[in-house]
């Protein structure tokens, strides 16, 4: 079963605080999206990875792709209230073609 | 506005009933899938059609089943609706079958079964 595992599941930080949040997998991805869900909407997608080592920067967000495109790391420099939500990575497998989406990470900013 | 249309935005049913969601996928795209999402839980792939034909199957229950049209629409079909099955039921589209640029999910339609 293929697996894209993030840590930390949840994540409770004050305005300002930088945090990272992990996406892993033993599996070989093709490619790796970062979306953002707010309660009751859709996911949002943030930015597409493809190769690996790629670094890219949205704002204050960046986002990296493991060298092996194993696994993926997005990063938020002074984190904001409007930054709250669930994190989710996705990717497509590079064997089996399915898309996966991983477990999340729920983040919640504090004013 | 993502450009993936769904409706109803809500539905309150009982339990036993039968009901429809629809989704219009954006402009250009061929790929419509179908993903739950149940409290506090992550996205579910139901299925996947590209062009009309079913392309992928997921954990989809046997009471569940979807249709793509010939203007690229699709409606997913839920039927002998149990407590359990109130979820997010959320649509998503891409241009290609399998695509490695992710995917436009369009604002879900929240299902409540009493």
């Known amino acids: 079963t293929q697996l894209l595992e993030q840590s930390p599941q949840f994540l409770s930080i004050q305005e300002g605080e930088n945090l990272t949040v992990y996406c892993n997998s033993s599996s070989v991805f093709s490619s790796l999206q970062w979306y953002r869900q707010e309660p009751g909407e859709g996911p949002v997608l943030l930015v597409t990875v493809v190769t690996g080592g790629e670094v890219k920067k949205l704002k204050r967000l960046t986002f990296q792709f493991g060298d092996a495109r194993k696994d993926s790391s997005l990063h938020i420099t002074a984190a904001q209230p409007g930054d709250t939500g669930l994190y989710l990575c996705a990717g497509l497998s590079s064997g089996t073609y399915k898309y996966i989406f991983g477990t999340g990470t729920r983040l919640k900013v504090l004013a | 506005d993502s450009g993936v249309t769904q409706t109803p935005k809500h539905l309150i049913t009982a339990t036993g009933q039968r009901v429809t969601l629809r989704c219009s996928p954006r402009?250009?795209?061929?790929?419509v899938y179908w993903y739950q999402q149940s409290l506090d839980q992550g996205l579910q792939f139901l299925i996947q059609?590209?062009?009309?034909?079913?392309?992928a199957k997921g954990n989809i229950l046997e009471r569940f089943s979807a249709q793509q049209f010939p203007d690229l629409h699709s409606e997913l079909n839920l039927s002998s609706l149990e407590l359990g099955d109130s979820a997010l039921y959320f649509c998503a589209s891409s241009v290609a079958a399998s695509s490695n640029y992710g995917y436009t999910f369009g604002s879900g339609t929240r299902l409540t079964v009493v």
């Open positions: 402009s250009g795209d061929l790929s």
């Open positions: 059609y590209y062009n009309g034909e079913e392309r």
